[in-house]
C-alpha cells in the first residue's frame, strides 16, 4: 500500500526556516517524480516543487523560487522541501504527493504539515 | 502561465441529482488535465486524469470530458460522500503547474 507521511511543520517566525520531509512507503521513491503542493487556509491548492525521476531536473514556482529547495534522499525513500526566507504568505499546509507514470499527474497525497509564518 | 477558471463557485445540489462542474483554460491544454476530490482536513484524491480517465477505485458516477479549453466533470447521481471540493489541474504547459480555484459541492 502506497503511504506518504509528512513532518517537520511548525510555528517559525518571519525570514526563518523549516525543513519538511516525507517519508514513502510502498513504492519506491526514485522511479517516480514526487511534487510539493500547498493549501493556504481556507484558499485552493498551489503547486509548488516537482523533483524528476533522476533528480537531475528540479522545478519551482515563482513564489518560492530562490528561498526553496526540494530534494530526495533514495537510501530512506524519503522527500524533502527546504523552507528558507520565510514569509507570512507561506503559511500553508504542505502536502507531498507521488507522480504517475506521466509526469504532472499525483495520485497518491500524504496528509500534509502545517507551516505558520509569524511572529 | 495557464489559468485555470472553475465555474460555479459553489453548486448546491441534493443526495441523487446531477452535478456538471466546469473548468476552462486561458489557452488549450489538449488533453492533460486532471480533477481531484478535496474533503474537508483530508489530502485532495485524484479522481480523473487527462481529461476523461478514472483513477484507480474511482466509482463510474464520476466522469470527465472535454479537450483544449473547455472541460467538466460529471458526477451522475450525487452520494452523500461527494459532498466535498473539486479542483482541475492542468500538466499541458509547465512549470508552473497550476490548479484552479475550485467548486464546491453542497448539500441544499
Known amino acids: 500500500e502506497v503511504q506518504l507521511l509528512e513532518s517537520g511543520g511548525g510555528l517559525v517566525p518571519p525570514g526563518g526556516s523549516l525543513r519538511l520531509s516525507c517519508a514513502a512507503s510502498g513504492f519506491t521513491l526514485s522511479n517516480y517524480a514526487m511534487t510539493w503542493v500547498r493549501q493556504a487556509p481556507g484558499k485552493g491548492l498551489d503547486w509548488v516543487s516537482t523533483i524528476t525521476v533522476s533528480s537531475g531536473s528540479t522545478y519551482y514556482a515563482d513564489s518560492v523560487r530562490g528561498r526553496f529547495t526540494i530534494s530526495r534522499d533514495n537510501s530512506k525513500n524519503t522527500l524533502y522541501l527546504q523552507l528558507n526566507s520565510l514569509r507570512a504568505e507561506d503559511t500553508a499546509i504542505y502536502y507531498c504527493s507521488k507522480g504517475m507514470s506521466a509526469p504532472g499527474i499525483f495520485d497518491y497525497w500524504g496528509r500534509g504539515t502545517l507551516v505558520t509564518v509569524s511572529s | 502561465e495557464i489559468v485555470l477558471t472553475q465555474s460555479p463557485a459553489t453548486l448546491s445540489l441534493s443526495p441523487g441529482e446531477r452535478a456538471t462542474l466546469s473548468c476552462r483554460a486561458s489557452q488549450s491544454v489538449s488533453s492533460y488535465l486532471a480533477w481531484y476530490q478535496q474533503k474537508p482536513g483530508q489530502a485532495p484524491r485524484l479522481l480523473i486524469y487527462?481529461?476523461?480517465n478514472r483513477a484507480t477505485g474511482i466509482p463510474p458516477r464520476f466522469s470527465g470530458s472535454g479537450s483544449g479549453t473547455d472541460f467538466t466533470l460529471t458526477i451522475s447521481s450525487l452520494e452523500p460522500e461527494d459532498f466535498a471540493a473539486y479542483y482541475c489541474?492542468?500538466?499541458?504547459?509547465?512549470?508552473?503547474?497550476?490548479f484552479g480555484g475550485g467548486t464546491k459541492v453542497e448539500i441544499k
Open positions: 487527462d481529461a476523461s
Open positions: 489541474q492542468q500538466r499541458s504547459n509547465w512549470p508552473p503547474l497550476t
